[in-house]
């Protein structure tokens, strides 16, 4: 699931220093929730697997060091894991698009690729 500006995805597809672009990764966040649209999903957790990429626009940052001046990956899987526990959700597809719609809430946050696997 890619969620973006169509105008800027071709953009921001790779890091690029001189346009202050770079990439936050989240990698195999295994979490368990209620997902499915199944009799027996809607009552028995499932574990499902997470990654993300967010292309992301920051100023700075080499020259401060400061993590109050980057897209904080611990912060955006503590996003990931309150959607998550948030209740019962019947397709992963809509799990994706609410995480990539967060994490589109930071305005540095130019696209997010979301990839949701059940295990």
Do not use: W
Request: with cysteine; glycine share 2%.
């Amino acid at each position: 699931m890619n969620t973006s500006n169509s105008n800027v995805v071709h953009a921001f597809r790779i890091a690029d220093a001189a346009k202050e672009v770079r990439h936050v990764f989240i990698r195999d966040l295994i979490l368990t929730c209620l997902i499915g649209v199944h009799k027996h999903e809607r009552k028995k957790p499932q574990r499902i697997r997470i990654n993300l990429d967010l292309a992301v626009t920051e100023q700075s940052v080499i020259s401060t060091d400061r993590l109050a001046d980057v897209v904080c990956y611990e912060d955006v899987a503590d996003r990931i894991r309150s959607i998550v526990n948030n209740g019962h959700v019947n397709l992963v597809e809509t799990l994706a698009e609410n995480i990539a719609s967060k994490c589109l809430e930071d305005k540095r946050i130019k696209v997010t690729r979301v990839r949701i696997e059940k295990l």
